[in-house]
């Protein structure tokens, strides 16, 4: 993504489509290995459903 500011997964308002994410699907936030850019997995059910 030359010359973008947004984020790996294409948004500037990473936090809000985090939030739209999980209230939409009942997600949560769960562990996330340090990829050195900023990002979420997020978990539906058991821990080992991650979108």
């Not at 500011?5 to 699907?25: H, N």
């Not at 562990?31 to 539906?44: E, H, S, V």
């Amino acid at each position: 993504m030359v010359g973008s500011t947004t984020s790996p997964c294409g948004t500037d308002a990473l936090k809000a489509t985090r939030d739209f994410f999980i209230a939409l699907l009942d997600l949560t936030v769960g562990y996330r290995p340090d990829f050195g850019f900023p990002g979420y997995w997020l978990y539906a059910g058991d821990a080992r459903s991650c979108i």
